[in-house]
């Protein structure tokens, strides 16, 4: 079975040709790279062209700005079985799409595959929701994070496989377009799994000592999407307005201030003022 891997771009060269790198030495070589290129130079021109000859490339170069709108337009293009959205500045480790394609193939009541997030060089989890046993998994505990995610295209609900575009890096929202998507596609009934063994690796680039402003921005996401869900009538994103809005900030600045962490405490305390941000700014 084919896989297509959509990769949105803008800004990044070094990175992406480490991504490129770990693809030409996947062991599973049924695959094709989709490349939405934001760029409005041509900055990546001549790494693409590097490595068309190991492996399927499409070049596609847009006007736009926007990751989940680059992603939804990548869809059109993709030919695979199978559809991923990896980060422009991850890296997949040798077997992750032989993995994907035998998970896939063992459990056929799966249409989701959500796989781990590592620091790089480290055996330690990175951004996204991760655990150490597999499990499957629904909307009330969602898994991964969305450039872990793949979707079994003749298994899944195709009615709800896009991404909202008011989600995203250069959207009105700058995050959980992967959340949204998965928890809508999960309030579909498609079902999934969460696989730890299988390994992506993408630095940890939200830890709260980088700073609270892109904790700002992507909290402003995630409120943006529980208020989209809320005004759906949708009565399991009350867990996440409780979890989310209220209970696991607040407990984590209590934490954070017994332990005299001061920069913990920023951490989460404009967590829960993005949060509660995006909940107001998305209104009715």
Not at 68 to 83: E, L, M, T
Request: positive net charge; charged residues 20%.
């Amino acid at each position: 079975m084919k896989v297509s891997l959509i990769l949105a771009t803008l800004g990044r060269d070094n990175e992406l040709i480490e991504f490129l790198n770990s693809l030409i030495h996947q062991t599973y070589c049924n695959f094709e790279l989709i490349v939405i290129d934001q760029n409005k130079n041509n900055k990546i021109d001549a790494i693409i062209e590097s490595f068309r000859s190991f492996m399927d490339v499409k070049h596609i170069k847009v006007d736009f700005i926007g990751n989940a709108k680059a992603r939804d337009y990548g869809i059109v293009f993709a030919k695979g079985g199978i559809i991923a959205f990896p980060d422009d500045d991850c890296v997949y480790e040798c077997n992750v799409l032989e993995k994907v394609v035998d998970e896939f193939r063992n459990r056929h009541n799966i249409s989701i595959l959500a796989v781990g997030s590592y620091d790089f060089n480290s055996s330690n989890f990175s951004i996204g929701v991760n655990t150490i046993k597999p499990r499957y998994f629904s909307r009330l505990k969602m898994m991964g994070v969305e450039f872990t995610h793949f979707f079994h295209l003749n298994r899944i609900d195709k009615t709800q496989f896009y991404l909202d575009h008011d989600f995203g890096i250069g959207s009105k929202y700058s995050g959980a377009e992967g959340f949204e998507l998965l928890y809508r596609l999960l309030r579909s009934n498609n079902k999934a799994f969460y696989n730890p063994y299988i390994k992506i690796y993408h630095a940890n680039k939200d830890h709260y000592m980088l700073g609270t402003d892109r904790m700002m921005i992507y909290s402003e996401g995630i409120g943006a999407y529980i208020r989209k869900f809320t005004n759906q009538y949708d009565i399991y994103i009350l867990y996440y307005i409780f979890r989310k809005m209220f209970i696991a900030p607040i407990i984590k600045i209590l934490i954070a201030s017994m332990t005299l962490n001061a920069k913990k405490v920023s951490y989460s305390f404009f967590n829960l003022v993005g949060i509660w941000r995006g909940f107001l700014a998305y209104g009715r």
